[in-house]
């Protein structure tokens, strides 16, 4: 017997249904909206699979209500945002919400400021990131100032020229690929 027949069909419902995309708007801090936003983009991560990670963990989110001062949330300034979460994500976010009598609000922004680590972590390798870019563009322009003198040696269409060419137009691309990483990177420095 297979895995999925083993399976009863309503709980395969239940798990389909629990991903779901639905739409859900909150009133967020704009340091929020663009946390989420830089971790989506500069990770890859599409921000209703983000959203799902922080928030979806029920046990997780219970431990986070405990630490929500709602006289401190309600003091900074939002605005509203509309996200894509999973049908499973917004109904931890109305158990805890109702079982707590804290905004979903909240728990969302609260969710969203444990990002901060992983923000942090990026910036410092940003740097680093910067440093190693150099080099990497200091290296390719050695090889093209080579390229140069072995096109002066032996000519543009000698065999080893050639080859030699393919090589270059290859780091040059990745030296485009590289240095738009890290211009779409630049948020973080700001951050």
Do not use: W
């Not at 989420?36 to 963990?57: P, R, T, Y």
């Amino acid at each position: 017997m297979s895995k999925i027949e083993g399976q009863s069909p309503g709980s395969t419902l239940f798990d389909l249904r629990g991903k779901q995309s639905v739409r859900a708007t909150f009133k967020l801090s704009q340091k929020s909206i663009d946390a989420i936003g830089l971790v989506a983009i500069h990770m890859g991560i599409k921000q209703k699979s983000l959203f799902d990670h922080i928030i979806e963990d029920i046990d997780a989110l219970d431990s986070l209500a405990k630490t929500i001062r709602i006289k401190q949330f309600k003091k900074i300034s939002r605005k509203q945002k509309t996200f894509v979460l999973s049908r499973r994500t917004i109904e931890a976010l109305e158990v805890i919400s109702q079982a707590y009598e804290i905004p979903r609000d909240a728990l969302v922004e609260y969710s969203i400021e444990k990002l901060g680590s992983i923000i942090n972590a990026e910036k410092a390798r940003h740097e680093e990131r910067k440093i190693l870019l150099k080099n990497i563009i200091d290296h390719f322009t050695r090889g093209k100032s080579f390229y140069k003198k072995a096109v002066a040696m032996l000519g543009k269409d000698d065999p080893f020229c050639r080859r030699f060419e393919k090589a270059i137009f290859a780091c040059q691309k990745t030296e485009d690929e590289l240095t738009n990483f890290i211009k779409k990177s630049k948020a973080l420095e700001e951050f």
